[in-house]
């Protein structure tokens, strides 16, 4: 349940949602389920960010579904939802009634989920459009009756009469940009997460386990009020710097070696995503910090850069010209590779592979087009990086980054971000 975020976020939302929609429309909104990890036990669920988004409800096997009525000017909201029984209580234990779905969400009608198919029947006639996401989650199909996305495929035909519309368009139109409330949840992720970073500082030494560093890392998000690693922790020594999603997190951290730890705090189902990447002795060797400095560089360059108007395109174009000129500098690239490189494959991608920005959100890589003009309120992941398998090592540095009318404000400018000031506090 969300602790930040309040019911009138949700419902307003959804009044957001109204205006974008057709006269005579339904909106179905379908939680996420619960995925089968082994046997008979399910992963850790995750509610899915759409119906999260529209009504802070937090279970599977939940439905939303909107009525907007443009004949009676009335809007019709419901919630579905799994009825307690006996067995669930004993297993699983409480399971909302309707008042708290009232109170979580503004929803005024909530039925259990077995009158869903009846009550989509009564109102069906009344509407000429079906809003719900043609894509949604891939979901697995181990739920003790039908699957909700079995259920979104059967709705889908019995009213093929119906003008279907995917909601991914409208909804992630509105995901894209936050707001206050929002945006105050991630600088909280964001918060704990650096509060994180600081302390581990003090923990790295040659001989800890990646692992031992996750479990630290652990410890102090949940013990800060975090739900849950917005995605898998990124915990990297040595050479595999530049594995760039490597999560396997099991070697020994060793003198000498680089740990590049990129990783945030889930925060109301809201992202954090920071990198840093710390010398395991608490010192830099004279090359590390050359190339250290090269990347940081270049992020204060192009972290000027996240402005209304520029797009996450451009800005990969921006930052590949900086980063290339540092490759330059370090000696990585001569003049001649750049005359006779493939525009299509430039030669900096030798030694940055991925792009320096996504937006974020309720999702980690959150909904928005890559070629739209930023606009206020949009928050995006600011990653520079350079990944030298030869040399044994890679650095990443990554922040969170809020669009606005003026500035860009950085989310993570508390977080240390300068080597000398990592080696202080490594050594203090
Ligand atoms: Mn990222």
């Given at each position: 349940?969300?602790?930040?975020?309040?019911?009138?976020?949700?419902?307003?939302?959804?009044?957001?949602?109204?205006?974008?929609?057709?006269?005579?429309?339904?909106?179905?909104?379908?939680?996420?389920?619960?995925y089968p990890r082994s046997g008979n036990q399910?992963?850790?669920?995750?509610?899915?960010?759409?119906?999260?988004?529209?009504?802070?409800?937090?279970?599977?096997?939940?439905?939303?579904?909107?009525?907007?009525?443009?004949?009676?000017?009335?809007?019709?909201?419901?919630?579905?939802?799994?009825?307690?029984?006996?067995?669930?209580?004993?297993?699983?234990?409480?399971?909302?009634?309707?008042?708290?779905?009232?109170?979580?969400?503004?929803?005024?009608?909530?039925?259990?989920?077995?009158?869903?198919?009846?009550?989509?029947?009564?109102?069906?006639?009344?509407?000429?459009?079906?809003?719900?996401?043609?894509?949604?989650?891939?979901?697995?199909?181990?739920?003790?009756?039908?699957?909700?996305?079995?259920?979104?495929?059967?709705?889908?035909?019995?009213?093929?009469?119906?003008?279907?519309?995917?909601?991914?368009?409208?909804?992630?139109?509105?995901?894209?940009?936050?707001?206050?409330?929002?945006?105050?949840?991630?600088?909280?992720?964001?918060?704990?997460?650096?509060?994180?970073?600081?302390?581990?500082?003090?923990?790295?030494?040659?001989?800890?386990?990646?692992?031992?560093?996750?479990?630290?890392?652990?410890?102090?998000?949940?013990?800060?009020?975090?739900?849950?690693?917005?995605?898998l922790p990124i915990i990297v020594s040595g050479r595999d710097n530049c594995v760039l999603h490597y999560t396997t997190n099991r070697k020994v951290c060793n003198d000498g070696d680089l740990l590049l730890l990129d990783f945030g705090s889930e925060l109301d189902y809201y992202a954090s995503d920071v990198s840093r990447t710390i010398p395991v002795s608490g010192k830099y060797t004279k090359r590390q910090k050359e190339v250290y400095n090269s990347?940081?560089?270049?992020?204060?360059?192009?972290?000027?850069?996240?402005?209304?108007?520029?797009?996450?395109?451009?800005l990969n174009k921006e930052c590949g010209e900086l980063i290339q000129n540092e490759l330059l500098q370090l000696g990585l690239l001569k003049e001649q590779d750049i005359k006779k490189q493939n525009p299509e494959k430039p030669a900096y991608k030798k030694y940055f592979m991925h792009g320096v920005s996504h937006y974020m959100g309720l999702d980690i890589h959150d909904v928005g087009n890559r070629n739209a003009p930023l606009i206020p309120g949009m928050i995006l992941s600011c990653e520079p990086g350079i990944y030298i398998p030869e040399e044994g090592f890679g650095i990443r540095i990554e922040n969170d980054i809020l669009i606005t009318e003026n500035s860009p404000v950085d989310l993570c400018k508390d977080i240390p971000i300068e080597a000398d000031e990592i080696e202080e506090i490594m050594n203090s």
């Open positions: 349940m969300a602790t930040f975020l309040k019911k009138d976020f949700f419902s307003n939302n959804r009044k957001k949602l109204y205006n974008l929609l057709e006269p005579d429309s339904i909106v179905i909104l379908f939680s996420a389920d619960s399910f992963f850790k669920f995750r509610q899915n960010s759409d119906i999260y988004y529209f009504s802070g409800l937090d279970q599977e096997e939940t439905i939303v579904l909107l009525h907007k009525d443009t004949k009676s000017e009335t809007i019709n909201e419901y919630a579905f939802i799994t009825e307690p029984d006996e067995e669930i209580l004993v297993w699983t234990g409480h399971k909302y009634t309707k008042e708290e779905v009232r109170n979580i969400s503004g929803i005024e009608n909530t039925e259990y989920l077995d009158a869903f198919q009846k009550s989509i029947k009564q109102i069906i006639n009344q509407a000429d459009n079906i809003y719900y996401s043609f894509c949604g989650n891939i979901r697995a199909g181990n739920l003790k009756n039908l699957s909700l996305e079995n259920l979104k495929i059967l709705i889908s035909q019995e009213y093929k009469n119906k003008n279907q519309i995917d909601l991914d368009i409208y909804s992630h139109s509105l995901r894209v940009a936050k707001e206050k409330h929002e945006i105050q949840t991630i600088q909280r992720a964001c918060n704990i997460t650096g509060e994180c970073f600081s302390e581990i500082l003090k923990y790295v030494r040659p001989g800890v386990y990646e692992y031992q560093v996750e479990a630290e890392i652990t410890r102090k998000l949940l013990s800060l009020g975090a739900q849950d690693f917005a995605y990347v940081l560089k270049v992020m204060k360059q192009i972290k000027q850069k996240f402005v209304t108007g520029n797009s996450i395109v451009n």
